[in-house]
């Protein structure tokens, strides 16, 4: 898996940078401190794109991208003792899906089959009281098992931001919590709205765990430990493409019992 190493010279020189800047606003702090971490966008960049279709430019995500770090950067809190590396992908990575969303790239005509899709998985968990089978979702819909495949692919692109888009805010802090990182990291704050929080964690986590267990593996390793989709097909020895598949069906599974449930975060 590939890591994003801060050089250690320039490791060194942050602390003062972070100092001069939170203190005294120094803008020439802050040009430095985003040159330091400017690889962090690259970084996120290269592992997004890899799941985009061909029409999003590379470069746009790194612009989007730029503008998490600067804002990472603004609303640091140093007395928290939180890793600045861990917190600014977060905010680069959710800049990036901002963008995106702006683009409008996804047609309306494969959001209507991704929605039909999430209420399909979540009518037949309901009435089966188990996940749906690939065979039972397309006798559901119609199609037949070689239909389905083609539909999964189509609405691929749909679940590419998938868990990232469900946020919730510190209302003390104002800074974002992933619902998604708050299930692997029992340090993670709470958010004021405790209740709500938990409830919805509770959830989130109990349809992960209701998965089956080859896409259950595909999001741990993909928004747990980072893994791109091509190295997850390494480690389990299958293609890239049908560790795709594994996705969206995770991705729309989850969905439509958040979406059932009316736990919609962002």
């Known amino acids: 898996m590939e890591t994003i ?3 250690a ?3 060194a020189r942050t602390g003062p940078l972070w100092a001069s800047y939170k203190d005294h606003k120094d803008p020439a702090a802050r040009e430095e401190l985003i040159l330091i ?3 962090l966008v690259k970084f996120v960049a290269g592992r997004l794109a890899i799941s985009l279709p061909p029409n999003v430019e590379r470069e746009d995500l790194i612009s989007y991208g730029v503008f998490g770090l600067m804002d990472a950067i603004e609303k640091f809190d140093l007395a928290r003792g939180l890793k600045f590396e861990t917190y600014a992908i977060a905010r680069i990575r959710g800049s990036m899906l901002d963008g995106l969303r702006a683009m409008d790239w996804v047609p309306v005509s494969v959001r209507q089959k991704t929605r039909e899709l999430e209420k399909t998985y979540a009518t037949l968990s309901q009435r089966l009281g188990r996940e749906a089978t690939d065979e039972e979702v397309a006798q559901a819909l119609g199609l037949t098992l070689n239909e389905f495949a083609k539909l999964l692919q189509d609405v691929q692109a749909t679940t590419i931001m998938s868990l990232d888009e469900y946020w919730l ?3 003390d802090k104002g800074d974002p919590v992933r619902l998604i990182d708050s299930l692997a990291d029992e340090q993670v704050e709470e958010p004021t709205a405790a209740l709500e929080f938990e409830e919805t964690r509770l959830l989130l986590a109990q349809a992960i765990d209701k998965l089956p267990e080859k896409e259950r593996t595909v999001i741990a390793l993909y928004y747990y430990e980072g893994l791109t989709l091509k190295e997850i097909g390494a480690v389990i020895g299958v293609s890239e493409s049908r560790i795709s598949q594994l996705h969206t069906k995770a991705i729309l599974r989850l969905r439509g019992q958040l979406a059932r449930q009316k ?4």
């Open 5 to 7: 190493i801060i050089p």
């Open 9 to 11: 010279k320039d490791t």
């Open 37 to 39: 971490y400017a690889p």
């Open 169 to 171: 805010t510190d209302s």
């Open 263 to 266: 736990k919609k975060i962002f």
